[in-house]
């Protein structure tokens, strides 16, 4: 059982950033091209400010998304004993629950403010504003914004990752001690074998660091450059070149692109996990529609898992 709900938990979170990233490349990717093309809105008003609402919060969604799984993954490398106390199904979904709570308030309060448009600089409909006397109250909107979506995510990525790492390490210094102090013991074992012996304690070594420098680094290289670029943009002293702006917008897209890569080492996980969620609450509304309980008839229903 604590198998099965050290799969769903992460299962849960990557659903959630799936499913966003799924979105924005139905709906807001496309409307982008169109706004590149044309350089104009791409469609209506009320379509505009739509895609604009889901930029925005779609955008929330998959940083506070990727700040999730690396609670996550932190409370199963640091606490693995206590992992299923620590990490329940429930408590997974009122994690996903916030994400959404979070990422919905921003969005919310720039369509009340009528802050959702086309931004000509970006070529896509986002958060925008054209009145130069909210120009304060748009400037410390969006450095909120970005603070408690970019920069806390960033934040949270690396207080979790660093201690998963720091973890990572001890282990492997630990089973280095344990394989030379073999291969001491072991004196007639053949050169190559030795070699090889060795080599892996290399590559092991290093394979904690490039996974979280890869799901650290693809966070900075598509988020960073949009935000630096809103941030800046804020100024009327530094001019921002057109092309820059689009680009900028593409790399922030690119992150959808490149999520089912970065975390393809959970797509193995994701399936069954999502299988073993939906059995269960099929199982369970099943058991209600008939009128049976579990307890009282646990004889006669095999697992889930099975």
Excluded at 228 to 251: N, Q, Y
Aim: with cysteine; hydrophobic share 45%.
């Amino acid at each position: 059982m604590g198998a099965d709900i050290r799969r769903q938990a992460p299962a849960l979170f990557t659903l959630n950033l799936t499913c966003g990233n799924l979105l924005c490349t139905v709906v807001n990717m496309p409307l982008t091209l169109a706004g590149v093309v044309a350089q104009r809105p791409p469609a209506g008003d009320r379509l505009c400010r739509l895609a604009a609402f889901l930029d925005t919060f779609l955008a929330a969604n998959s940083m506070l998304s990727m700040a999730a799984l690396s609670i996550d993954r932190w409370v199963a490398v640091v606490f693995p004993l206590s992992y299923r106390a620590k990490m329940r199904l429930r408590d997974a979904a009122l994690m996903v629950a916030y994400t959404w709570l979070h990422a919905l308030t921003f969005p919310a309060a720039a369509l009340a403010l009528s802050w959702l448009g086309f931004h000509q600089l970006y070529a896509s409909c986002t958060l925008c504003s054209r009145r130069p006397d909210e120009r304060l109250r748009f400037a410390v909107f969006t450095g909120a914004f970005h603070a408690l979506s970019f920069l806390l995510s960033f934040v949270v990525l690396c207080c979790t990752y660093c201690k998963v790492l720091k973890v990572a390490r001890f282990h492997c210094k630990r089973i280095d001690v344990i394989t030379m102090q073999t291969l001491v013991l072991l004196v007639d074992i053949h050169p190559s074998v030795r070699e090889r012996c060795l080599e892996e304690q290399k590559r092991r070594r290093q394979r904690a660091t490039k996974k979280i420098s890869t799901f650290i680094g693809t966070f900075l290289v598509c988020f960073a450059p949009y935000v630096i670029t809103r941030l800046v943009e804020l100024s009327s002293a530094v001019p921002i070149s057109s092309h820059w702006g689009v680009l900028s917008k593409c790399l922030a897209y690119s992150k959808a692109a490149s999520d089912p890569f970065v975390y393809s080492l959970l797509r193995h996980q994701y399936r069954k996990s999502c299988k073993e969620i939906l059995n269960r609450v099929l199982h369970r509304r099943s058991l209600r529609s008939s009128g049976l309980t579990g307890d009282s008839h646990s004889q006669n229903i095999l697992p889930v898992s099975e």
